[in-house]
T-cell receptor, first 114, second 117 residues
Framework: KAGVTQTPRYLIKTRGQQVTLSCSPI?????VSWYQQTPGQGLQFLFE???????NKGNFPGRFSGRQFSNSRSEMNVSTLELGDSALYLC?????????????FGSGTQLSVL | AQSVAQPEDQVNVAEGNPLTVKCTYS??????LFWYVQYPNRGLQFLLK??????LVKGSYGFEAEFNKSQTSFHLKKPSALVSDSALYFC???????????????FGKGTKLSVKP
């Protein structure tokens, strides 16, 4: 069974640009959540999608958005990039959600904003 | 609001010695607690979780964690450390998850475990 796949693995952008990250969950999983990982802040929850609906959202500005498709694949978009958006973005999938289940994480997309 | 703290940024252990990675939590209601491990250039991997039941939880790769309600702690332990255990360890607690919502995970800042031969 294939794991969680995130593409691309690395991205370099400049300030003001926008970026789209992709996440393909494990087959059969309907929940996809996104996290931002930085050395200073650790892992912070961005949002969770379940069956194409955003079910939960963290404390990030509106420049961060996402969506989920009918095949459960998810995309995350960041508009008007800032230097502080440089981070490892991780997505995780599970059957029902993040409450009490174990999450399966992808290897992440390393975003560098210059 | 729920929170979790990992008081040590780094833990150094000699191979073969027991290891402990500390975690304390603050929740309203019953805690749902997790440990994840992150190897270099990889995503996180689930180690174990505590929902209810026995205070000693056994997980992957020989790790276990002890839930202590009175001390609000959930320390990760292993009787004999391996060099390959060197990684970043995260404790997490469920936030929300009431009234139909599934909640999300709040992670600690992580503890870097270094096991020397």
């Amino acid at each position: 069974k294939a794991g969680v796949t995130q593409t691309p693995r690395y991205l370099i952008k400049t300030r003001g640009q926008q970026v789209t990250l992709s996440c393909s969950p494990i087959s059969g999983h309907r929940s996809v959540s996104w996290y931002q990982q930085t050395p200073g802040q650790g892992l912070q929850f961005l949002f969770e999608y379940f069956s194409e609906t955003q079910r939960n959202k963290g404390n990030f500005p509106g420049r961060f958005s996402g969506r989920q498709f009918s095949n459960s694949r998810s995309e995350m978009n960041v508009s008007t990039l800032e230097l502080g958006d440089s981070a490892l973005y991780l997505c995780a999938s599970s059957f029902y959600g993040t409450g009490s289940e174990k999450l399966f994480f992808g290897s992440g997309t390393q975003l560098s904003v210059l | 609001a729920q929170s979790v703290a990992q008081p040590e940024d780094q833990v150094n252990v000699a191979e073969g010695n027991p290891l402990t990675v500390k975690c304390t939590y603050s929740v309203s209601g019953n805690p749902y607690l997790f440990w994840y491990v992150q190897y270099p250039n990889r995503g996180l991997q689930f180690l174990l979780k505590y929902i209810t039941g026995d205070n000693l939880v056994k997980g992957s790769y020989g790790f276990e964690a002890e839930f202590n309600k009175s001390q609000t702690s959930f320390h990760l332990k292993k009787p004999s450390a391996l060099v390959s255990d060197s990684a970043l360890y995260f404790c997490a607690v469920r936030d929300g998850g009431y009234g139909g919502s599934q909640g999300n995970l709040i992670f600690g800042k992580g503890t870097k475990l270094s096991v020397k031969p």
